[in-house]
């Protein structure tokens, strides 16, 4: 039976990619995608989220809600230097699809609520629209089966400063209000050690990829080739895929080898560690969330591999101009 599944995401690059394994895998029954300001404009990540819609042939099928457009507290921070300006090598959508007029977040309340106990919402971007959604609606953590952030790193370094992830980074309120709203299951992909451990594609993964020869390949190797560039240059080997990983681990149980519970604080005040993670492991720390810490790296591949093997049928037309794809605004 496909689980019911949400996706909150600031859509550039392996988000891209993840979308694209919630509207394939027959196990997933992506019900909404929802944006969250992060990685680059607002508007772009709602056009990048309806050229992944488009590309994957289910345009129409999945709305695209619009949530927050800056983080509880911090000034929005982006991530071009990244993922390229616009966060899909200069790829545009060809359908002018508007987002949903209903909020991200009303959305998350409701689908909580219309699916309680049985919803599994995976977080890729900063987690401004979670932490709005526990605070509209008390009973929405209890509604939620399973909530799988990327986010963190297990007592590791981060990757926008020593100390700090990305995602935890922008919104670090947001990540305080989630890790104590009392999610029943609270599973952290963290940046290290299990991003850079196990998620990265190689100059030989991505000639596989390539060699796939296939318009989700194709979209794949241009929208990836700036993280590459970027997280090559960074010496770790080649372009991460952490996003992936998150929504893969919610549909595959069996490719995480290992995971513990620990208690999770976000720093909120340090002068040097404001966003990180700590993950209290103490015998007396009472556990709020889980970290995978172990995956089987080499199924996660052939998993997205065989994913960008797929054809679905496309119905493409004029490309149009970025941030001109009318979407509610909000
Ligand atoms: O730190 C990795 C996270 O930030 C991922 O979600 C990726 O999208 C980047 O922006
Ligand atoms: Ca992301």
């Avoid at 042939?57 to 300006?85: C, F, K």
Wanted: charge should be negative.
């Amino acid at each position: 039976m496909p689980i019911p599944l949400v996706i909150d995401t600031d859509t550039a690059a392996d988000d891209c990619f993840a979308l694209l394994l919630g509207l394939l895998d027959p196990r997933a029954d992506l019900k909404a995608i929802t944006i969250v300001a992060g990685n680059v404009g607002f508007a772009q990540q709602v056009d990048n989220a309806f050229l992944t819609l488009e590309l994957a042939g289910r345009l129409g099928d999945v709305p695209v809600h619009a949530g927050a457009h800056v983080p509880l507290v911090s000034e929005w921070v982006g991530a071009t230097e990244v993922h390229g300006l616009d966060g899909v090598g200069g790829q545009r959508r060809t359908n002018a699809e508007p987002a949903s007029e209903e909020h991200a977040v009303d959305a998350l309340v409701r689908l909580a609520r219309r699916h309680a106990g049985e919803l599994t919402i995976v977080a890729i971007g900063p987690l401004t629209n979670i932490a709005l959604a526990v605070r509209r609606d008390p009973a929405f953590a209890a509604n939620v089966r399973e909530l799988v952030v990327m986010g963190g790193s297990l007592n590791g370094r981060g990757n926008v400063t020593p100390a700090a992830e990305y995602n935890i980074f922008v919104d670090p309120e947001a990540a305080n209000i989630v890790v104590s709203a009392g999610f029943p299951s609270l599973r952290f992909v963290t940046w290290d050690p299990l991003t850079i451990a196990s998620t990265v594609f190689g100059p030989e993964r991505i000639a596989q990829i390539e060699a796939l020869d296939t318009p989700l390949s194709r979209f794949f190797v241009r929208a990836n080739r700036a993280t590459f560039a970027f997280d090559h240059a960074a010496g770790l080997g080649g372009s991460t895929h952490p996003d992936s990983l998150s929504v893969a681990i919610a549909l595959a149980p069996e490719l995480t080898r290992r995971e513990r519970p620990y208690r999770v604080a976000v720093e909120l005040r340090g002068e040097h560690t404001r966003g990180a993670t700590v993950f209290d492991w103490r015998a007396d720390a009472v556990p709020n969330a889980t970290a995978i810490e172990e995956v089987d790296s080499a199924a996660f591949f052939t998993l997205m591999r065989d994913l960008l093997a797929q054809r679905p049928h496309v119905r493409r037309g004029p490309e149009v101009q970025p941030g001109s794809g009318g979407f509610a605004r909000v």
